[in-house]
Every structure is written in structure tokens, then in C-alpha cells.
């Protein structure tokens, strides 16, 4: 398409729909950051849960590696296909009632997820949590923007910031504590009374916010949707089977990422003939705005992928509790709470494109130190890589979320931030698919030998999950099988740690290819006010959004 992609002067101003007078504002973002606490706090929690998730019932579902990698994915994959519509429906019909029912939702699939009997019945109701994060996550930010003006905006965003930090933080933690005296499904209860107060909260002093200018009037792009979210399912369906199978050229894996390459191709080529876009692909043409969306999707990627395989190690490896557990992740929790509130100073004084390849760089350092890491490893030398790990995220998220947030539409905040929340949730479904399959895959072919003469029953079932093959060393132990168990036991270890190492290295690939990639196509200077947004706006209606935090 021809048309100009616009610029930060041109972009409409915010209005506010109000009662006409002064929102309680410290109340609305009380009430906003429960909501943001919900869906943050909910995604940490799980991955503590992964390991207990893998046992036999009744103290797990049974789940093997990919049926864990499908809770992951089902949320994120149900997440990142309707950022887009809920975007834009926030900003037609209001964001207010978008929030309420997404939290409503996210407490109702919560609490039946606490009572899933079976591994598929949890991947179900992880997509509904998924479609109401959807809901929830772009109603957010439109409507802090809509209360907050100015520097008073920038405290909130600041604020919200420390909490999503503090969320990453405590969910281990309290997921740990939970695991320790209850059943798993207590993970997903917790967030019910969260819920109840929030709603409350939002009923009582969230006013009804929307935002003018070109979103009025906007037309819904259906097909486009629809070509995305297929696309991106079938992509992560054959990625995942793929590692299932070790095999990435048969039917069942090849089929459906062809079928997905083929309709993400569609879709480019849809949303360039579109009038009304739901992803405006012109965008792409400014070099910044390019590279700070594969900054953003890679982080994720990492993040969620790379960190997918920290419960197996510290549980099944090293035999921790889930409270310890939990405490050993805060290094990453703490890192982003101690350097993301300095990024925009450096932002400032370097530019973007030196703050996020110097992130990037970290990034892959901490990977490519976490694969060193052994069984016997000192746990301070683990924590210490995971910190350098976080160090980097810290330095990436802020200055490449202002570069694509201040590269839209200021009157579009709902399809602003569902942009922006796409490229971080496509990134980490990509992730937990990809890494998840690598692990997945080294996994099985490290531990065949030793379980390939079990009898087909329980050799598959001891293919599953470290967790499994342990659990079947157990049952050979029991039955008068010591050596076999042995043999069993040692296998898992190794070929876990060999499949772990493997998953770091090829996340720490991606990482360092990206970092050349965005120093070479990134401006060393802020791109399109993204400087600015990340330092915080100033006061005034046609000033460039601030910087979205992480969630």
C-alpha cells in the first residue's frame, strides 16, 4: 500500500470518557494493577508447577514434555491470536468493559483449571485464561493512558513496571509454598479471590474510557485474524509434534507447518491489500520499528523457551522442593526490578539501538552460561547466570516496546498495545514450541539406550518427561530391579542435562544472531520519538505514548 505511515505529529489526541469529573486515580491503578498482578502472577506460578504436573496421579496429570509444552502454548497461542481484535474492539466499544469480562473470565477458567482431570482438559481450559488475558492486557494500558496524564502517566507506567516485576517474583514463591501443603490445582485456585477483589475495584472506580480518532469507525479485519491465528496454530502444532516424534519431515509434522507457513504468507500478503489492517505490515518499512519487534518477539522466545527446562533442573536434577525452587528464580525477578527503571537514562544518553544490542549480548552470555551448568554445579554459579540472563531482558524490553508502541497511532491505544503484545506472545509460543521440541527431541535420543529394552509400554512412558523416567526408575527399584534402576535413573540425568545444554546453546544462537541483526538495522539514535516514550512523555495530548511494561 501507498499510504504514508503517520507521523508523531499527526497521530489524534486522547480523549476521555468520563463523568466529567476527576477519576480517584490512585484507585484506578490499584484496580488496573490486579488485573495485570492476575495474568503475571498466573504465568510464573505455572512453570513451577510444570515438574509436579509431569508426576502420576493423584499428585500430578501424567503429562510428558509436550503435553506441558501444550499448557504453555495453548494460553499464549489463544493470548497472541486475539490481542489484535481485542484491541480494537477496546477501542470501539470501550476498554472498561473489556477488562471486567476478562477478568471474570480469567477467575472462572481459573478455578475449573484447579479441578482438571486430565492433561487435555488443562490445555483447554488454558486456552480460555489465554482469550481472557487477551481481554484483559490491552484494556490496561488504554486505560492508565486515559487516567494518567503526563508525568503523573509515567509514574503509573513505572509503578505497574515494579508490581509486574514483584509478580514474576512472588508467583514461584507462592507457588511453591502452595505445592508444598496442597494439591496442584491450588496454583490455579489462588487466583479466584484476586479476582473477586478486583472486580469490585473495577466496578466501583474504573470510569468508562475509549479513545477517538482513527479507531472510530474502524472495521473489524476478520479474515486477517483468522489467517494470523491459524497460521501461528499450525506452526507450533508441527513444531511440537516434530519433537514428539524427532522427525520434522514426516506427515504429521511437515503437514501442519507447511499449512502455517502457508497461511502466515497469506496473511502478509492479506493485511498489504486490507484497507483497515488489523497489523498494519507498512510498519515493518521503518527500519527501527523492524528491529524492535524481533528484539521484543526474541526475548520472549528466550525467555519462555529457555526458561521452560529451570523446573525440570532444579526438581528432577537436583532434587529441590517447590518453595526452594521458587526462591532460586528470584535472581531473574530481581534483575528486571533493579535495571529497568534505569534503562531510559541510558536510553537517553546512548540511544536504543546501544542499549538493546547491549541486552541482547547479555542475554546470550547468561544462555551460554546456563548451558555450562551441571549437576554438581554450585547453585550460586546457576543463580549468578540467571541474573545476567534477567540483566539483559531488563535492557531490551523497554527501549524496543517504546520504539513499537510510539511508531502508532496515538488515538489507537487498545490496537497499539495489542501490537506490541502480539510480536512478546508470538515470540514466546514460538519459544516453548521450538526450544520445548529441542529438548524434547535430545532428550529421547540420549535416554533410548538405556530405556529401549523396558518393553514398549513402559519405555514410551519413561520417553515422557525427566520426571517419568525417574518415576520409572522408582518402579524398577520397587519390583527388585537395582541395577536396571540405576542404569534408568543415571540415563535421565545425563540425558536431561545433555538435552538442557542443547536447548540453552540454540536459544543463546538465536539470541547472538539477533544482536547482529539489530546493531546493523536499528538507527543508533531513537527512533521515531521511542527515546522520548522510553524517558516518559511529557504533558500534552500529541506527546508519544510511554513505554508499556512487561507482563
Known amino acids: 500500500m501507498s499510504t504514508p505511515v503517520p507521523a508523531a505529529a499527526d497521530r489524534p489526541s486522547r480523549t476521555h470518557e468520563g463523568t466529567g469529573r476527576e477519576p480517584r486515580r490512585t484507585a484506578v491503578l490499584v484496580a488496573v494493577l490486579a488485573a495485570v498482578l492476575l495474568v503475571s502472577m498466573d504465568n510464573s506460578i505455572l512453570n513451577v508447577a510444570l515438574k509436579t504436573l509431569a508426576e502420576p496421579a493423584p499428585v500430578g496429570l501424567g503429562a510428558d514434555h509436550s503435553q506441558l509444552q501444550w499448557a504453555v502454548d495453548a494460553y499464549t497461542l489463544a493470548y497472541a491470536g486475539l490481542l489484535l481484535v481485542s484491541g480494537l474492539l477496546g477501542d470501539r466499544v470501550g476498554h472498561k ?26 490445555t483447554g481450559l488454558r486456552a480460555v485464561m489465554g482469550v481472557a488475558g487477551s481481554l484483559i492486557m490491552p484494556a490496561t494500558l488504554a486505560i492508565i493512558s486515559a487516567v494518567f496524564p503526563g508525568e503523573q502517566r509515567t509514574k503509573a507506567l513505572g509503578i505497574w513496571t515494579a508490581v509486574v516485576g514483584v509478580a514474576v517474583a512472588l508467583g514461584p514463591i507462592i507457588g511453591g509454598a502452595l505445592l508444598e501443603r496442597f494439591w496442584w490445582g491450588s496454583v490455579f485456585l489462588v487466583n479466584v479471590p484476586i479476582v473477586a477483589v478486583a472486580l469490585v475495584a473495577m466496578v466501583r472506580f474504573v470510569p468508562a474510557a475509549r479513545r477517538s480518532g482513527t479507531s472510530e469507525g474502524r472495521r473489524m479485519d476478520l479474515l486477517g485474524i483468522a489467517l494470523s491465528g491459524l497460521g501461528l496454530l499450525g506452526v507450533v502444532y508441527g513444531v511440537i509434534r516434530a519433537g514428539e516424534l524427532n522427525d520434522w519431515t514426516g506427515r504429521d509434522a511437515g503437514l501442519p507447518l507447511a499449512a502455517g507457513a502457508v497461511l502466515l504468507a497469506a496473511f502478509v500478503l492479506w493485511e498489504r491489500r486490507v484497507a483497515q489492517p488489523a497489523l498494519d505490515v507498512r510498519y515493518f518499512r521503518e527500519r527501527g520499528f523492524a528491529a524492535a519487534a524481533t528484539s521484543l518477539a526474541v526475548l520472549y522466545f528466550a525467555l519462555v523457551g529457555g526458561t521452560f527446562v529451570i523446573t525440570f533442573y532444579l526438581q528432577s536434577v537436583r532434587g529441590y522442593g517447590p518453595l526452594l525452587t521458587g526462591v532460586c528464580v528470584l535472581p531473574l525477578a ?16 546512548f540511544g536504543v539501538r546501544a542499549v538493546c ?13 546456563l548451558a555450562a551448568v ?24 523497554p527501549p524496543s516496546t517504546a520504539t513499537v508502541v510510539s511508531t502508532l497511532p496515538a488515538g489507537e491505544s487498545g490496537a497499539a498495545s495489542a501490537v506490541n503484545n502480539t510480536f512478546r506472545q508470538v515470540g514466546g509460543s514460538l519459544g516453548a514450541a521450538v526450544l520445548g521440541s529441542v529438548l524434547n527431541a535430545a532428550y529421547r535420543s540420549r535416554i533410548d539406550p538405556a530405556v529401549g529394552g523396558l518393553g514398549d509400554g513402559l519405555a514410551e512412558r519413561a ?3 525427566v520426571a517419568a523416567t525417574l ?24 540425558g536431561f542435562l545433555h538435552a538442557m545444554r542443547t536447548t540453552w546453546l540454540a536459544a543463546s544462537v538465536v539470541v547472538l544472531l539477533t544482536t547482529v541483526f539489530v546493531f546493523l538495522v536499528m538507527g543508533p539514535g531513537p ?8 524517558a516518559g512523555p511529557a504533558d500534552g495530548p500529541d506527546q508519544v505514548r510511554g513505554s508499556e511494561p512487561s507482563a
Open 334 to 349: 530481581a534483575s528486571l526490578i533493579i535495571f529497568a527503571p534505569r534503562v531510559p537514562r541510558l536510553v537517553a544518553r
Open 97 to 122: 468493559k473489556l477488562l471486567v469480562a476478562g477478568v471474570a473470565l480469567f477467575g472462572v477458567s481459573s478455578a475449573l483449571s484447579a479441578y482438571a482431570r486430565t492433561p487435555d482438559q488443562l
Open 357 to 369: 544490542t547491549f541486552g541482547l549480548a547479555t542475554m546470550a552470555a547468561g544462555l551460554l552460561g
Open 463 to 465: 520417553r515422557g518427561s
Open 471 to 494: 518415576q520409572v526408575a522408582q518402579d524398577l527399584a520397587a519390583h527388585g530391579h537395582g541395577p536396571q534402576s540405576y542404569a534408568v535413573a543415571q540415563a535421565a540425568y545425563g
Open 374 to 397: 551441571g549437576r554438581s554445579t554450585p547453585i550460586w554459579l546457576f543463580e549468578i547466570w540467571l541474573f545476567v540472563f534477567g540483566t539483559g531482558t531488563a535492557h531490551v524490553h
Open 527 to 534: 527512533s521515531d520519538g521511542a527515546g522520548q516514550a522510553v
